[in-house]
């Protein structure tokens, strides 16, 4: 229960609060959390208006591709050839265009290569540790391996000609992964332009270089049967993005930030071994030529069944497996209003589908398809296409109709990557000695999550097409919080990573960066640009807007961006617009601070209404002085049973003896009266009704020690056992950021015992201890370790070992004994 208690009067209850968040108040360094976010976002324009939506006059260009490429399996090489048609949509006229030469990351003089730190934080790929502390570093074989391939591969794009459609040469500069083409003429506004480029490069191995494509070998033993997968990304030289807010788009990659690119029509033709199967961005033009009558038949029936039809089944993608040929096929693909173009190979694979039908008429048929080795096994059969489809269902509910005809799940090497209408995804099965296949609780959620985060992505930002080397969080933190969504409604004991506590010890960390800090410096990717902004989204969503106004507001962002390029502003502006809501003060705080939230309550103050009239206010005088712990000295000498001297001679006792200080007399009730006679009715009135409602007054005293300012959600305990829950706005801080106080009226009989901030952890309030009044007993570490689920017991591989046979041991045979 409260204890701590001040009387006032009724009439000085607002000033006793504001005066004491002024006292809190650290004068002279006064931050103003509400200021208007506009001062630093962009301009509105006639490209992107104030309300975050395309202008009238807004334009990208277009880039369509003809490409022709034959994989070469022994080499493990590519050679192609391609046909660029550029749009000029802009208003402005081009003197040369830039292109992405993204294979380029991978050669020893690359940007990327001369520019990774040893050790450190924010390094992708294999792993080494500085010296520190007196340890010595540490060289993985990780990192020597990545070493030697680099060394042992010439590794870059090998640019045979560049050509203009009449087979002249054009002019080109290759400035590290970025290639810039001169032309002959300006291109002006409204035109377009032809040109031709061959080229050709060695693919690296994904294990081996840690990228986002490659091949994947497999030893040539019984159990793994040898040959390659092949999954084909940043293939082809593509062009830069050009943009209203940047003009040319061409930051070197350097491998963390990925790309932004244009829309546009591709035909490509892949010519690759005849008993390979091939998965790939567009619909197939030429079913006839590669797949056999039985495997269009098994196409056709998968578009409507309720469960995975076969194209090619495990026996038969074994079989192929032991093969092998010298003969070739070439599949053809058309892809329309695609921002990229991605692909796969490889003879190991079985292959399976099923329809997804849509209520829209763009695209009321999407073929779901998963493409994956033996070494998949079960787990890809059962989860890979039934992910796809759940992640379609409920990414439409948020934005629009998946737009494509197929959608795709390949495993490979590469852990998790999107491109459109297909993903690279790495979970698989384990080979047990006894033939089987088994896989871990872990490895099962890895496949479910990773899936569904790479199809949304198809979404964003192959749809909303945002500028992933730039700003990472739109696409990865937007994708996270909405694959949160979906994994919650697939099984939400799974830990989706996006709830606000999963952000907290990242939040008041000393290598937190703004969210928008550019991508290739921030310090720990995964927490700033995939969990914070899905957790504040979270936030926005569960605690700040409410469902209804949210998801208004998120539909109506990517049905204005669909096929279009947004910014941050574009996407800050539109919730704000859509859902009604000034939330300029949540995107300052956490978007462009390192801000964290930790909100304290402090003191709870119980006010009496000093109600004027003697037998009300005496009476209570008389009652909390009554209610004084008995002093130690008193209480003893009644234990031994001493008398008081008055009660030992009674005749010496006084008038004061029966009337004590908090008697009332009638000049008391006299100046009541008088005092009631000079009110104003309404005053009376007033005055009366709270008397005899007699309501209990309480000052809650708040500081903000973590400099984020965010609602105070309440829980209020009272003496009869109820609970009741508060939400107070976040624009509470506006005037003082820093402490503020706020009063909270009960009804007579809620008397208040205690207070607890963020009950559910709802805001990402990095310290508990201190969201209690009174203050509670915090378990400590060891206790909290203690509680902590065990990540091994997750791993473990319950498939495999619940087969180990059960046995007895004695002292002889025990100690030797380390089977499972």
Request: a negative charge; proline letters at 5%; aromatic letters at 10%.
């Given at each position: 229960m409260l204890k701590q208690f001040i009387t006032?009067?009724?009439?000085?209850?607002?000033?006793?609060?504001?005066?004491?968040?002024?006292?809190?108040?650290?004068?002279?360094?006064?931050?103003?959390?509400?200021?208007?976010?506009?001062?630093?976002?962009?301009?509105?324009?006639?490209?992107?208006?104030?309300?975050?939506?395309?202008?009238?006059?807004?334009?990208?260009?277009?880039?369509?591709?003809?490409?022709?490429?034959?994989?070469?399996?022994?080499?493990?090489?590519?050679?192609?050839?391609?046909?660029?048609?550029?749009?000029?949509?802009?208003?402005?006229?081009?003197?040369?265009?830039?292109?992405?030469?993204?294979?380029?990351?991978?050669?020893?003089?690359?940007?990327?290569?001369?520019?990774?730190t040893f050790g450190g934080i924010g390094n992708r790929g294999p792993a080494t540790t500085a010296p520190s502390s007196g340890k010595a570093a540490q060289l993985s074989l990780d990192a020597l391996r990545r070493q030697q391939f680099t060394e042992d591969?010439?590794?870059?794009?090998?640019?045979?000609?560049?050509?203009?459609?009449?087979?002249?040469?054009?002019?080109?500069?290759i400035v590290g992964t970025n290639m810039r083409i001169d032309l002959p003429s300006y291109l002006k506004p409204g035109k377009k332009l032809t040109f031709n480029l061959d080229y050709a490069f060695?693919?690296?191995e994904e294990d081996a270089v840690s990228a986002r494509s490659g091949y994947e070998h497999f030893p040539d033993d019984e159990r793994e049967g040898g040959n390659d997968i092949f999954l084909l990304a940043q293939w082809y030289p593509r062009l830069h993005a050009y943009t209203d807010y940047e003009a040319w788009t061409n930051k070197e990659f350097i491998g963390r930030g990925e790309f932004?690119?244009?829309?546009?029509?591709?035909?490509?033709?892949?010519?690759?071994?005849?008993?390979?199967?091939?998965?790939?961005?567009?619909?197939?033009?030429?079913?006839?030529?590669v797949l056999t009558s039985t495997q269009r038949k098994r196409l056709e029936q998968a578009e409507d069944a309720e469960r995975i039809v076969f194209i090619v089944t495990a026996d038969e993608a074994l079989e192929n497996e032991k093969e092998g040929t010298d003969k070739s096929k070439t599949w053809k693909f058309s892809?329309?209003?695609?921002?990229?173009?991605?692909?796969?190979?490889?003879?190991?694979?079985?292959?399976?589908?099923?329809?997804?039908?849509?209520?829209?008429?763009?695209?009321?048929?999407?073929?779901?398809?998963?493409?994956?080795?033996?070494?998949?096994?079960?787990?890809?059969?059962?989860?890979?296409?039934?992910?796809?489809?759940?992640?379609?269902?409920?990414?439409?509910?948020?934005?629009?109709?998946?737009?494509?005809?197929?959608?795709?799940?390949?495993?490979?090497?590469?852990?998790?990557?999107?491109?459109?209408?297909?993903?690279?995804?790495?979970?698989?099965?384990?080979?047990?000695?006894?033939?089987?296949?088994?896989?871990?609780?872990?490895?099962?959620?890895?496949?479910?999550?990773?899936?569904?985060?790479?199809?949304?992505?198809?979404?964003?930002?192959?749809?909303?097409?945002?500028?992933?080397?730039?700003?990472?969080?739109?696409?990865?933190?937007?994708?996270?919080?909405?694959?949160?969504?979906?994994?919650?409604?697939?099984?939400?004991?799974?830990?989706?990573?996006?709830?606000?506590?999963?952000?907290?010890?990242?939040?008041?960390?000393?290598?937190?960066?703004?969210?928008?800090?550019?991508?290739?410096?921030?310090?720990?990717?995964?927490?700033?640009?995939?969990?914070?902004?899905?957790?504040?989204?979270?936030?926005?969503?569960?605690?700040?807007?409410?469902?209804e106004l949210f998801d208004f507001a998120f539909k109506e962002y990517a049905q204005r961006w669909k096929y279009k390029r947004p910014t941050p502003s574009d996407f800050f502006r539109t919730m704000e617009e859509a859902s009604g809501v000034d939330l300029d003060w949540f995107w300052r705080g956490w978007f462009y601070t390192t801000d964290h939230v930790d909100i304290s309550i402090d003191k709870v103050y119980k006010l009496r209404l000093d109600t004027?009239?003697?037998?009300?206010?005496?009476?209570?005088?008389?009652?909390?002085?009554?209610?004084?712990?008995?002093?130690?000295?008193?209480?003893?000498?009644?234990?031994e049973g001493k008398k008081l001297w008055v009660e030992r001679f009674p005749d010496i006792t006084d008038?004061?003896?029966?009337?004590?200080?908090?008697?009332?007399?009638?000049?008391?009730?006299?100046?009541?009266?008088?005092?009631?006679?000079?009110?104003?009715?309404?005053?009376?009135?007033?005055?009366?009704?709270?008397?005899?409602?007699?309501?209990?007054?309480?000052?809650?005293d708040f500081s903000n020690h973590g400099g984020l300012v965010m609602p105070i959600i309440l829980e209020l305990e009272f003496a009869d056992g109820s609970t009741e829950n508060q939400y107070i706005p976040a624009e509470i801080w506006r005037r003082t950021p820093k402490a503020v106080s706020k009063l909270i009226v009960t009804d007579k009989e809620k008397e208040l015992v205690s207070v607890t901030i963020d009950p559910r952890w709802e805001t990402a309030d990095v310290d508990v201890s201190n969201n209690h009044y009174p203050r509670q007993i915090i378990p400590s570490r060891i206790e909290a370790y203690k509680r902590k689920k065990s990540t091994s017991k997750v791993s473990r591989d319950i498939m495999q070992d619940i087969k180990t046979e059960a046995k007895s041991y004695d002292e002889n045979t025990a100690e030797d004994d380390d089977s499972n």
């Open positions: 006032v009067a009724m009439l000085s209850l607002s000033a006793i609060a504001s005066a004491n968040a002024a006292i809190n108040q650290t004068k002279g360094d006064f931050e103003d959390k509400f200021r208007q976010l506009d001062e630093s976002l962009p301009t509105p324009n006639v490209y992107r208006n104030a309300a975050g939506e395309p202008g009238h006059k807004y334009w990208q260009q277009q880039v369509d591709y003809k490409i022709k490429a034959k994989l070469d399996e022994q080499k493990r090489r590519i050679e192609a050839s391609q046909t660029i048609t550029y749009h000029n949509n802009s208003p402005d006229t081009l003197k040369y265009l830039w292109m992405q030469l993204d294979q380029n990351k991978f050669r020893n003089d690359s940007m990327s290569a001369m520019t990774t591969n010439v590794l870059g794009y090998d640019i045979k000609s560049v050509t203009d459609k009449s087979g002249k040469n054009l002019k080109f500069t060695n693919i690296v932004t690119l244009e829309f546009g029509n591709y035909d490509v033709e892949l010519t690759v071994p005849a008993d390979h199967i091939v998965s790939s961005t567009g619909a197939l033009q030429n079913p006839k030529e892809a329309k209003n695609v921002r990229d173009f991605a692909w796969a190979s490889s003879r190991k694979f079985m292959w399976d589908a099923r329809g997804h039908h849509q209520d829209g008429d763009d695209q009321p048929l999407v073929m779901a398809m998963s493409f994956y080795p033996k070494e998949g096994g079960d787990l890809w059969k059962k989860y890979s296409t039934e992910a796809i489809i759940q992640t379609l269902e409920v990414y439409s509910r948020f934005s629009f109709d998946y737009p494509y005809p197929v959608a795709q799940s390949v495993n490979g090497p590469v852990g998790g990557m999107e491109y459109p209408m297909i993903t690279f995804n790495g979970p698989r099965t384990e080979l047990q000695k006894d033939g089987s296949r088994t896989y871990s609780q872990a490895e099962k959620r890895f496949l479910i999550g990773v899936v569904i985060h790479e199809i949304g992505h198809i979404y964003f930002p192959m749809v909303v097409n945002s500028d992933e080397r730039q700003w990472t969080w739109m696409d990865e933190g937007l994708n996270s919080f909405l694959d949160g969504v979906a994994g919650r409604e697939w099984d939400p004991t799974i830990p989706w990573g996006v709830e606000p506590r999963d952000i907290v010890d990242y939040m008041k960390s000393s290598t937190q960066v703004p969210i928008m800090t550019q991508s290739d410096s921030v310090l720990r990717l995964g927490p700033n640009a995939y969990t914070k902004p899905a957790a504040a989204l979270n936030i926005l969503r569960e605690t700040i807007l409410g469902r004027h009239d003697p037998d009300i206010d005496f009476n209570r005088l008389r009652q909390e002085e009554l209610d004084k712990p008995l002093s130690l000295t008193d209480e003893r000498n009644k234990a008038f004061y003896d029966e009337n004590d200080r908090f008697t009332v007399t009638n000049k008391e009730r006299n100046k009541y009266q008088k005092f009631l006679s000079k009110l104003k009715p309404w005053e009376k009135a007033t005055l009366e009704r709270a008397v005899a409602e007699d309501k209990n007054y309480y000052v809650l």
